[in-house]
């Protein structure tokens, strides 16, 4: 296989608005470091607007640009999976398409990955212009539980811009889960991988595509991938509650004992209550690793391609087996079975 320098994977929901400035931004940029030799891979994910034909006729006029069309909206991580599986440079950028993420850092950014024979560099996020307050102190109080409660040290305020070598991006390739929290992945992973900060700028168009129900999906996601304390959750509750009932026993003891026993109404449903809520919460986070469990013993493929339009050189041309895990998924147009 030819591999090109360099791959640009953007998965795009929605994004029409955003995708003429996107692809010129990038090909100046990508032009400049490496020249000719680069890929442009846009996946479009399902969107309702005019993404996928803006991104034909951008195909049409750049032998440079990969447009990939999935089945349906396969969720975020889910679209940049299959933009991965089907690039094929030695080094890999990975963009949002709203270009909060400024593409013209790549030079800086191979610099860095250069300078500290890095294998990934990550962007950390300094600033993040344009975004409510609640997006940010709930963006920042996820990325400090979930470093307080995973087993992957995953970097604080670092989202999906980041740029990776060719082995590091087979290395991730090969995790086969469903429920994919790429950055975490990223990082579990492992080989040499450095930070780079930079100001993350307003979206150039459009709304964000993370509505508060997406998020909380995502950070579960990341939360139940990285780490089972919370199934341990229960143990933990139940030692405590314990401690609390023995003294809560002395009470009572000492209440009858003084002859002051039958008491009222409102500590018996405080109990009552606080225990029930206890047991559901804990319920609800066993259900939460049970259902994850049975999605992923499904083995169904990660994503359905529809449509593709230029040049695919990834691992998806090369042929594979449907609904093999691991590999890349089916598609019945890909450009040798045109
Ligand atoms: N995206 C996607 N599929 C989705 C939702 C989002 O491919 O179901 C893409 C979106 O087009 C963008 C990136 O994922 O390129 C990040 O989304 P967004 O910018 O809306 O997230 P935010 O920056 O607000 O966290
Ligand atoms: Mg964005």
Redesign the pocket.
Known sequence: MIRPALSVV??????AACLDVLHARISAVAKAVVGDDHEIVL?N?GSRDQSWAVMERLAAADPRLVAINLSR?H??QL??TAGLDLCAGERILII???L?DPPELLADMIATMEAESADVVYAVRRKREG?TFF?KLTAAAFYRVLDRVTDTPIPLDT?DFRLMSRRALDALLSLPEQARFIRGMVAWVGFRQVPFPYDRDE?LAGE???PLG?MIRFALDAVTGFSTAPLRLASHMGLVLTGLSLLLFAYIAIGWISGSAVQGWTSTMLVVVFLGAVQMFVLGMIGEYLGRLYVESKRRPLYLVADVAGPVKGRASLGYRAGDRGDVTVSPVLPEQQ
């Open positions: 953007v998965p795009c929901y929605n994004e996946v994910d909206n969720g975020h679209a940049l949002d398409a709203d909060q975004e997006k989202g979206r964000s595509k993370y997406k």
